[in-house]
């Protein structure tokens, strides 16, 4: 079954976290089960979903550290969302494993530590650091697809073409097939604004098909949400336009992965 998804862009603060929140959000609403893995040091994803307590020696840092078979099995908490949301927290100490050995060995700790760990969930979402390294790397390697996320800047726009072709290398060399399922567009202005036409320009870097329709407006309710640690599901008619977006994405997430 194709699952596992890496939600990723080596640019950071363009909506990653919140994308794969979202939708968290919007597969729970639907009774899915979702397992999100928190691969960031900084451990947004974590505070978003507000596991109940961290116990020690039982985050991603030490799945990384570790790499027994099923050892991602033992870091999987529940999260405060509910029954249906899992977490494998993340902790600062991830950093210190990108520097660890080479970067082949962080793919088969990492594949080593997911097996049958997974078996259980509908959809399982890996938040990436804004970063391309051994641990993202891992992440790519596990991934039945990938999602980028950015936002409509001509900054970010610039930096998207030149992750695409460093998967591509990253691909090439790790000897592994990567496959960009979609970009996901985030903090969309307002139609007719100049930001709006960096829009179009997006689909002529990466192709018309490539960009995920709808994109998720800037809306100040989803930062409250993720600051709360509640999902945008529960926010009621001020996320009305927000979740129906994610409810959206979920459908062509779900409709690429049986294609994949
Ligand atoms: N669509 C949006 N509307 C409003 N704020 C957003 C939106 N997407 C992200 N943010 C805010 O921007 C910041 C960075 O988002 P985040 O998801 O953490 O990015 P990344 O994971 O790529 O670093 C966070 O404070 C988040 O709440
Ligand atoms: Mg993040």
Redesign the pocket.
């Known amino acids: 079954m194709t699952k596992t998804v890496a939600v990723i862009?080596s640019?950071?603060?363009?909506?990653?976290?919140?994308?794969t929140l979202g939708l968290a959000s919007a597969a729970q609403a639907v009774g899915s089960t979702v397992l999100v893995i928190d691969l960031?040091p900084q451990a947004?994803a974590t505070w978003g979903l507000r596991p109940a307590e961290i116990e020690d020696g039982r985050t991603t840092a030490d799945v990384f550290a570790n790499g027994a078979v099923g050892t991602l099995a033992d870091a999987i908490h529940p999260s405060g969302w509910g029954n249906e949301v899992d977490v494998v927290p993340s902790d600062p100490r991830l950093t210190e494993r990108e520097a660890d050995h080479v970067r082949v060995d962080h793919i088969d700790r990492f594949r080593r530590a997911m097996e049958g760990a997974t078996d259980d969930y509908d959809l399982v979402l890996i938040?990436c650091a804004?970063s391309l390294g051994r641990i993202s790397s891992a992440a790519l390697a596990v991934a039945d697809m990938i999602l980028l996320?950015t936002e409509p800047s001509a900054l970010s726009l610039r930096g998207i073409e030149g992750v695409e072709r460093r998967l591509t290398e990253l691909g090439d060399d790790l000897g592994i097939e990567i496959h960009v399922g979609g970009v996901v567009l985030?903090?969309v202005p307002a139609r007719g604004s100049e930001a709006f036409r960096q829009v179009d320009e997006l689909r002529g870097l990466v192709g018309k098909r490539a960009v995920w329709e709808p994109h998720?407006?800037?809306?100040?309710v989803?930062?409250e949400a993720?600051a709360d640690g509640t999902p945008i599901h529960w926010w009621g008619y001020r996320a009305g336009e927000v979740i129906e977006v994610f409810d959206q994405l979920l459908t062509r997430l779900r409709r690429a992965l049986r294609r994949s």
Not at 12 to 19: D, M, Y
Not at 216 to 220: E, L, Q, S, T
């Open positions: 862009n640019k950071g603060g363009v909506g990653k976290t919140t994308v960031d947004n938040d804004p996320v985030n903090k998720v407006p800037n809306r100040v989803l930062a993720l």
